[in-house]
């Protein structure tokens, strides 16, 4: 290996080390203060580098929580994938996709309500948020998967019917009215809003050529 080979490896070892400290300094840090009451001093302190050198890898403490955040929610999403895999039923397997996002969002609500925001209002082209809106999409295809199971569904109708549940999943980890509720609550919550058909009945609205909400309001 050549020198300039060996200096290279070298600095990128040291970039690492020093992102993995930033990212458990940030995590130790927000998990017990929440976003809000912890600044960047306190983040580049606890991780033993100067605040310039923070900014390098995060701009803004936004940014911070999406880099901390992102990792946690890619997790969630594997999980729910692999529990829908093993629940037959479409809807139940839309929530068993869903749950371990809830769970994960409500671990620090406030925390996970900045997120949110931060992944919507952000700027798409900073690559932390760019990462935080690819795992949407993969929650959108992990649902639109689940849902061609039903022979009813076209591709096309999976594809829009999954953006609708990403929309309401999103809608009730942000609503302020809804941060005393409990993660089952919440999940149930999601439940009652996807379960479309139920809401149509009651309604009198269902008409037989809405087959995309027939056939949600049938996952169950």
Do not use: W
């Not at 869903?98 to 925390?111: A, H, K, L, W």
Request: glycine share 8%.
């Amino acid at each position: 290996m050549s020198v300039a080979s060996q200096s290279v490896g070298r600095r990128e070892r040291n970039k690492q080390e020093k992102l993995d400290r930033i990212v458990a300094a940030a995590s130790e840090l927000f998990a017990e203060h929440g976003v809000d009451e912890v600044t960047t001093q306190q983040i580049a302190d606890k991780a033993d580098i100067g605040t310039g050198t923070l900014f390098l890898y995060a701009k803004t403490k936004g940014e911070l929580l999406l880099l901390v955040q992102n990792a946690k929610y890619v997790e969630a999403l594997e999980q729910g994938r692999a529990d829908a895999e093993t629940v037959p039923g479409v809807l139940d397997a839309v929530l068993a996709i869903v749950r371990p996002i809830v769970e994960c969002n409500r671990i620090q609500i406030d925390n996970g309500r900045t997120y949110l925001r931060e992944m919507v209002f952000g700027d798409p082209e900073e690559p932390r948020h760019g990462a935080a809106l690819a795992i949407v999409a993969q929650t959108e295809e992990a649902v639109a998967a689940v849902l061609r199971r039903d022979e009813r569904v076209a591709e096309g109708d999976a594809a829009t019917l999954a953006h609708i549940v990403s929309a309401v999943i999103f809608l009730s980890m942000a609503a302020s009215v809804n941060i005393a509720l409990s993660v089952e609550e919440i999940v149930q919550d999601i439940r009652r809003q996807v379960d479309v058909r139920r809401q149509g009945r009651r309604g009198g609205q269902c008409r037989d050529g809405n087959r995309g909400a027939l056939v949600v309001s049938e996952l169950d």
